[in-house]
């Protein structure tokens, strides 16, 4: 049986990847001669593309739209208010998860560090620029047809600002310690966890971090401005002076990013506003009651700076399972036919993702209305093609998402390609 490594190198018993491999002619003299392709200048050859990955990925964007767009019609979709588990939880961290196994492959090989670094730098604040534009407030979409934002007000994190972190950390650990890699695994079944240890460490670092953190540090009473519906301000006060508590009030979490970012960049639509203490509507959305905790109008964010170290742990586990990948071959035969528009879908996430997750081109189509910007054609093929036909507002809603966004999100993927 072959090694993995002299296999993935093309040294085998004289086949790679399932292709016979051309022998190297030789002269009378015994040296190698040149072929044409190497008298060629060299050419960058078509990065191999791992389909499951991909399928993956595209799930993943899948997920997200439901879960955005369908998620106030079912709560075991919609984000939990704050303890428990639903489908929304998993979303997140399946694309660090994601970003973890890509960067494994994607730093296989680094011929150079100081120029993969520089990559890895350019790539971080591509994902923190697109991050800030699509989430920090400045795109109103889909349903409000302006854009800007004051900069008082910005709000800094986000979801690609969370993957951008973990890739940042993880591809960084990767590849200063690419000198470190063994080229074959020692036998013995935690030979892996001790070959890539400090990416082990990495995630260890980080979750010592966080944890210490949410339980030790100490959280002061604190102070917010909150708009009423007739338009006045009014500053609410929330009564903390503890540690370790892990409820929405006075959580380390919160109040690291209260410091870090300020107060006023954070995200102002925080889903705990949905728990049984500040509505009767509970686990929907709804008025506040009227004995409802003053911290049910405060600012939360959800993509902080400390759970996003913390995230950095799915990161480490993701590039794990990338290297099993790399030196055990692992793959599965006869099954892609069925997952192909969900492999489009994967090939073009960022695209998906900014047009369809981020209601870009809802909004471009809802810019065309008729009269006022409420009867446009979005909301009219909503109603009227799937809630009125259902007669259901919950089950249209769903079958919209499914039928013409994720619909739209394969049509577009495949155009792409």
Same mark, same amino acid.
């Given at each position: 049986?072959?090694d993995?490594?002299?296999l993935?190198?093309?040294?085998?018993n004289?086949?790679?990847?399932? /292709?016979?491999?051309e022998?190297?002619?030789e002269d009378?003299?015994?040296? %190698?001669?040149?072929?044409? $392709?190497?008298?060629?200048?060299?050419?960058?050859?078509?990065t191999?593309r791992?389909?499951?990955?991909?399928?993956?990925r595209?799930?993943?964007?899948?997920l997200?739209?439901?879960?955005?767009?369908?998620?106030?019609a079912?709560?075991?979709?919609? /984000?939990?208010?704050?303890?428990?588990?639903?489908? =929304?939880?998993f979303v997140?961290?399946f694309?660090?998860?994601?970003?973890?196994?890509?960067?494994a492959? =994607?730093?296989?090989?680094?011929?150079?560090?100081?120029?993969?670094?520089?990559?890895?730098?350019?790539?971080?604040? %591509?994902?923190?620029f697109?991050?800030?534009?699509?989430?920090?407030?400045?795109s109103?979409?889909p349903y409000?047809?302006?854009? *800007?934002?004051?900069?008082?007000?910005?709000?800094?994190? *986000?979801?690609?600002?969370?993957?951008a972190?973990?890739?940042?950390?993880?591809a960084?650990i990767?590849?200063l310690?690419?000198?470190?890699?063994?080229n074959?695994?020692?036998?013995g079944?935690?030979?892996?966890?001790?070959?890539y240890?400090?990416?082990w460490v990495?995630g260890?670092v980080?979750?010592?971090i966080y944890?210490?953190?949410?339980? $030790?540090?100490?959280v002061?009473?604190? $102070?917010?401005?909150? &708009?009423?519906?007739?338009?006045r &301000?009014?500053?609410?006060?929330?009564?903390?002076?503890?540690?370790?508590h892990?409820?929405p =009030?006075?959580?380390? +979490?919160?109040?690291v990013?209260?410091q870090?970012?300020?107060?006023?960049?954070?995200?102002?639509q925080?889903?705990? @506003?949905?728990?049984?203490?500040?509505?009767?509507?509970?686990?929907?959305s709804?008025?506040?009651?009227?004995?409802?905790p003053?911290w049910?109008?405060a600012?939360?964010?959800?993509?902080?700076?400390?759970?996003s170290?913390?995230?950095i +742990?799915?990161?480490t586990?993701?590039?794990?399972?990338?290297h099993?990948?790399? /030196?055990? %071959?692992?793959?599965?035969?006869?099954?892609?036919?069925?997952?192909?528009?969900?492999?489009?879908?994967?090939?073009n996430?960022?695209?998906?993702?900014v047009?369809? @997750?981020q209601?870009i081109?809802? @909004?471009f189509?809802? *810019?065309?209305?008729?009269k006022?910007?409420?009867?446009?054609?979005?909301k009219?093929?909503?109603? /009227?093609?799937?809630?009125?036909?259902?007669? $259901?507002?919950?089950? *249209?809603?769903?079958?919209?998402v499914?039928?013409?966004?994720?619909?739209?999100?394969? %049509?577009?993927a495949?155009?792409?390609?």
């Open positions: 049986m072959e993995p490594k002299t993935e190198e093309g040294r085998g004289g086949t790679a990847n399932g /292709h016979q491999l022998p190297v002619a009378v003299d015994g040296e %190698k001669s040149k072929t044409a $392709s190497e008298e060629q200048p060299l050419r960058k050859g078509k191999k791992v389909a499951t990955l991909d399928a993956f595209g799930l993943t964007i899948v997200m739209i439901l879960v955005d767009d369908a998620g106030g079912y709560p075991w979709i919609d /984000h939990s208010p704050w303890n428990g588990c639903t489908l =929304a939880d997140l961290p694309f660090l998860f994601i970003v973890g196994v890509a960067i492959l =994607a730093l296989k090989r680094i011929s150079e560090v100081k120029y993969a670094v520089k990559k890895i730098i350019l790539r971080t604040l %591509k994902l923190i697109w991050g800030i534009l699509l989430q920090g407030g400045y109103h979409a409000e047809l302006t854009y *800007g934002v004051d900069m008082k007000k910005i709000r800094w994190c *986000g979801i690609l600002q969370r993957i972190l973990v890739y940042f950390v993880v960084l990767e590849t310690t690419s000198k470190a890699r063994p074959s695994l020692k036998p079944h935690f030979s892996i966890f001790a070959a240890k400090w990416q990495g260890i980080a979750f010592t944890m210490i953190t949410t339980y $030790s540090l100490y002061p009473d604190w $102070s917010f401005v909150a &708009s009423e519906e007739d338009g &301000s009014e500053t609410y006060t929330v009564k903390c002076g503890m540690r370790g892990l409820g =009030a006075c959580n380390a +979490v919160g109040y990013d209260r870090f970012w300020g107060i006023n960049h954070l995200y102002t925080p889903v705990w @506003a949905r728990l049984r203490a500040c509505t009767f509507s509970s686990p929907d709804g008025p506040f009651r009227e004995d409802a003053t049910c109008r600012p939360f964010e959800p993509e902080g700076l400390l759970s170290i913390s995230a +742990v799915t990161g586990i993701g590039i794990h399972y990338g099993v990948l790399i /030196h055990f %071959k692992i793959d599965v035969y006869g099954l892609r036919t069925p997952f192909l528009f969900l492999e489009w879908i994967g090939m996430a960022m695209l998906v993702f047009l369809a @997750a209601g081109f809802a @909004a189509v809802n *810019g065309w209305y008729f006022n910007p409420d009867r446009n054609l979005v009219w093929i909503m109603q /009227h093609v799937f809630v009125d036909v259902w007669n $259901s507002e919950r089950v *249209g809603t769903i079958l919209y499914i039928f013409a966004e994720i619909t739209f999100c394969y %049509k577009l495949r155009q792409k390609l």
